[in-house]
């Protein structure tokens, strides 16, 4: 089947593209690029995209599943559903399953349920034995079933002799390890150590868990030459020892969440447990150095950390309540609201944290908006008004700080492996 998009603004900067053009599309690869007649194509097949905006399909490379084991909460395909509608081509789900992803059975599970879906899912493996930082998981045995990466995600690596097993083993196969960065013995709280916490009486995280375990995994990293990736950074002195650590040349790189630069801890006033993560929301000098990471490239990335929950559970007193937010379907629209619309980032950056840089990480092939590629392509409208309605939601859970607030820019379609997300619906082409 042929499909022509019109009038699109295509902007691929490792291509050094960045024009408007038509894009037609053959049995899901890009023939042509540019003025192109629509006599070449069935008029069902013609889709008006003017003045939309054209980019290498986004990936999120932080994301939640929860299958198998809280299928109540989020399945691989309804967690496909949501970044499908949020803009995204691929996703990198964590290992906090139940059971683990520590091995190769959960991580074919997870590659067969996700098989027929337009997203393309890449599971990160578990650092140790059901996460419990004890004993190494079969790294070889995870990354020959589709691991690319591997991660103890919802808590750090236990001991640093653990950290350096892990390194030099992921480091065969030149997988990183993603870290969740917080000493436990700190970390006994709801949300961050603050004068806010004081008011609220909420027992608190201070912001040095988040800097020691940075510190650790920055040093060890450097002294065995591997590579680590700080998830979800949100301390102000993490930031500057990542941009200390590459400065030296340690391959050490990190990825932010859309609520670590939105919203700080000023926003827990009223005990909203949708505003209650892990890392909790900072103050505003963190939220002020995270964006000026993303600025200077200190942060590489921009991830979701999309984390469902069922009501019942995220309506609990605030501290019980679990932590974690969806992010997959307003991800996209609050990079442009905050970031590029206040011109903190460029499109061109953004395209870097939200598509190419993830996938280079994880050493995943980097797809281009060039003819005889693969099709893998997101469009998005940067300058639709709308109103974010949680309700509507493809995710099963509902668990959103965001609901109601009002965004500028919203995606409008993805097209990858031959299928097309648009107007809702998921349909081949």
């Not at 196969?173 to 006994?188: G, K, T």
Request: aromatic share 6%; proline share 5%; charged share 25%.
């Amino acid at each position: 089947m042929k499909i022509l998009l019109k009038g699109l603004n295509l902007l691929d900067p490792e291509q050094k593209l960045d024009k408007k053009a038509d894009l037609l599309i053959n049995d899901g690869i890009i023939e042509k690029i540019g003025n192109i007649k629509s006599s070449e194509v069935e008029e069902n097949n013609i889709f008006d995209f003017n003045d939309m905006v054209c980019v290498p399909g986004l990936f999120d490379m932080h994301v939640h599943l929860r299958e198998p084991g809280r299928e109540d909460e989020e399945t691989v395909v309804t967690g496909c559903n949501g970044a499908a509608a949020g803009g995204f081509t691929g996703i990198a789900c964590m290992p906090n399953t139940n059971p683990a992803a520590d091995s190769a059975e959960v991580i074919k599970l997870i590659k067969e349920k996700a098989s027929n879906h337009l997203v393309d899912v890449y599971p990160v493996g578990a650092v140790s034995v059901d996460r419990k930082g004890e004993a190494l998981a079969p790294i070889a045995e995870l990354y020959e079933a589709g691991a690319v990466a591997f991660s103890d995600d919802g808590v750090a690596v236990k001991t640093a002799a653990l950290l350096r097993n892990a390194l030099e083993y992921a480091g065969m196969y030149n997988a990183p390890i993603i870290e969740h960065c917080e000493d436990e013995s700190l970390a006994d709280g709801a949300m961050n150590e603050s004068l806010v916490s004081t008011q609220l009486g909420l027992p608190s995280i201070p912001t040095v868990a988040e800097d020691i375990t940075v510190s650790r995994d920055i040093l060890m990293a450097e002294y065995l030459n591997k590579a680590v990736h700080i998830a979800h950074i949100s301390s102000k002195r993490s930031i500057e020892l990542v941009r200390e650590a590459k400065a030296r040349g340690v391959k050490v790189t990190a990825e932010v969440t859309p609520h670590h630069f939105t919203l700080t801890d000023d926003n827990l006033k009223t005990y909203d447990t949708n505003y209650k993560m892990n890392p909790p929301l900072r103050g505003k000098a963190d939220l002020e150095a995270v964006i000026e990471g993303l600025k200077d490239g200190t942060i590489d990335c921009i991830a979701s950390d999309h984390a469902p929950h069922s009501i019942e559970e995220k309506e609990m007193e605030f501290i019980y309540a679990p932590n974690g937010i969806l992010g997959l379907e307003s991800q996209l629209g609050l990079t442009l609201s905050e970031l590029v619309n206040k011109n903190h980032i460029t499109l061109s950056d953004l395209v870097y944290k939200l598509s190419i840089n993830p996938r280079r990480i994880l050493n995943i092939n980097v797809p281009s908006i060039k003819e005889g590629e693969k099709a893998n392509l997101t469009i998005f409208d940067p300058h639709n008004i709308w109103t974010v309605n949680v309700s509507a939601f493809k995710s099963k859970s509902k668990n959103s700080p965001f609901d109601k607030r009002l965004l500028t820019g919203k995606p409008v379609a993805v097209i990858n492996k031959g299928k097309m997300f648009y107007e809702n619906e998921l349909k081949s082409i």
